[in-house]
């Protein structure tokens, strides 16, 4: 999940959270896959930012990286009573290849209907 500014938004990029007024009311639900028409109307609405699966946006600070960094680094600290339970380190090289292709699958051009 990845807030962006929506001039960054494109089209087949599916919210992850729903976008609201300030008032709270839902002005498109979550799951919902973006449009050229639909960023457009947002645009008109004033909506700056919106809430997309993945992280399919590189904002230049290099925060993918950092945040995959991070991610690998709590994996290890969750697993670190596990050194010796092969079934265990299985485990947690399942969840680094996730990690991983996750990455790998965001920096693609995204499918229409999301996970």
């Known amino acids: 999940m990845q807030k962006i500014p ?3 938004a494109g089209p087949d990029m599916v ?6 007024r300030d008032t709270g009311m839902v002005l498109i639900a979550a799951g919902t896959v973006l449009t050229e028409s639909l ?6 609405m004033g909506i700056e930012q ?3 699966e993945g992280t399919p946006v590189d904002m ?4 993918g990286d950092e945040a ?3 991610k690998l680094e709590r994996l290890d600290h969750l697993f670190r009573n596990f050194a010796d339970d092969t079934y265990m380190q299985k485990i947690k090289a399942l969840v680094r ?4 292709g996750a990455v790998s699958r965001s920096a693609g051009p995204r499918q229409s209907g999301g996970m």
Not at 15 to 20: C, I, S
Not at 97 to 100: E, S, T
């Open 60 to 63: 230049g600070d290099g925060a």
């Open 39 to 44: 960023i457009m109307r947002l645009e008109n």
């Open 15 to 20: 919210l992850a959270k729903p976008v609201t």
């Open 97 to 100: 290849a996730y990690y991983m």
């Open 68 to 70: 995959q960094a991070k």
């Open 6 to 8: 929506l001039n960054l």
């Open 50 to 52: 919106i809430v997309v």
